[in-house]
């Protein structure tokens, strides 16, 4: 494989990455809009009128989509999505190594719960790449390879019952502790909070792919 490859994957990866970025902050503002054009058609109103506005049903559905469920779905289909994305750059990575060098085991053939795990393996173990100083930003990788799971399969729910949490589950809630802008709800659901979350996880791609490309460019010829 030649520096090219990897310096044209890492160009292409990055500007993927900040459209991402782009994409959160132009989606956030659509939502905002709608919330304060609702708010506005609010405050126009005198209280009698106000009244029936909120607790007419249309207008109850209205403001619980724009405020809650709207966002909701936003942040996780977004996070699921940035995973999914980083599944696929690193399957093309080390199948790009794979089909450059003609080794005999890919990424596939390797035990592992899921690609990035098995990409990591495939990486060290059979190509050799010294990845220690990617420490930092795999344990936080690992993290959210446990949210997007809990997402995917469990639907959000961390845990079914908050004072009988089974041992999965109370670590599961320890990793969500970890990041202010999740919040688990008493009854087991988690949401992202805020924006920031998916900006943060934009930022450790693109670090972790950094520096792992720039360790490949040094360590593969």
Known sequence: MTNSVLNGLKNQWISELDAFTD?????????????????????TTNDSEKTKIIIGSDQMQEH????????????????????????NRLTVLCS????SKKFKIKASDLRGENIIEKSR?????????????????????????????????????????????????????????????????DYGL???????FLHDVVAIHKTYLTKLLDIADSSIS
Not at 23 to 43: C, G, M, P, T, V
Not at 133 to 149: A, G, M, P
Not at 190 to 196: M, Q
Request: glycine share 2%; hydrophobic share 35%; net charge neutral.
């Open 64 to 87: 619980s989509k724009l405020n809650s469920i709207f966002p909701h779905f936003f942040r996780l289909s977004t996070f699921v999505g940035l995973q999914f994305s980083l599944e």
């Open 121 to 185: 393996q495939y990486l060290s173990l059979v190509i050799g790449l010294d990845l220690d100083s990617l420490n930092n930003e795999w344990t936080i990788l690992k993290d959210y390879i446990k949210i997007r799971n809990c997402i995917v399969h469990n639907n959000s729910r961390v845990f079914n019952e908050k004072d009988k949490m089974q041992q999965k589950e109370q670590e599961l809630y320890k990793t969500m502790s970890k990041y202010p802008s999740l919040r688990v709800e």
């Open 96 to 99: 790009r190594i794979h089909e």
């Open 23 to 43: 994409y959160i902050s132009h989606s956030n503002k659509s939502i905002s809009d709608a919330q304060r054009q609702f708010e506005q058609q609010l405050s």
């Open 190 to 196: 988690f949401y992202i909070t805020d924006d920031k």
